[in-house]
């Protein structure tokens, strides 16, 4: 089991900037990547940013150049750092685990945290 929990959502202004934290708990040994993703009212669960075990990450093309995906393994917390914000990145954003267990692999949600871009 891994326990997700964010933290570092808000109301900013466009153009602004917010830092998202998920502190990871739990058999985090076993998490092979993590990720970021975000839901807009009355759309679908949409991915924003991974990083793999290895260090590679991967960003939606809406995000590419604005926001950073880190990982800090020590502190077993994930981050995304989001500048330039747009009206269009409020949502609430989701942190996701990928645990292997044997043969199987499980996928954990945090309980998202709410940005809102806004002037």
């Known amino acids: 089991q891994v326990r997700l929990v964010e933290s570092g959502g808000g109301l900013v202004q466009p153009g602004g900037s917010l830092s998202l934290s998920c502190a990871a708990s739990?058999?985090?040994?076993?998490?092979?990547?993590m990720g970021w993703y975000r839901q807009a009212p009355g759309k679908q669960r949409e991915l924003v940013a991974t990083?793999?075990?290895?260090?590679?990450?991967n960003y939606a093309d809406s995000v590419k150049g604005r926001f950073t995906i880190s990982r800090d393994y020590a502190k077993s917390t994930l981050h995304l750092q989001m500048n330039s914000l747009k009206p269009e990145d409020t949502a609430v954003y989701y942190c996701?685990?990928?645990?292997?267990?044997?043969?199987?692999?499980?996928?954990?949600w945090g309980q998202g945290t709410l940005v809102t871009v806004s002037s």
């Open positions: 996701n685990a990928h645990q292997v267990a044997g043969t199987q692999l499980f996928s954990y």
């Open positions: 990083i793999g075990s290895g260090g590679s990450t």
């Open positions: 739990g058999s985090i040994f076993s998490v092979v990547d």
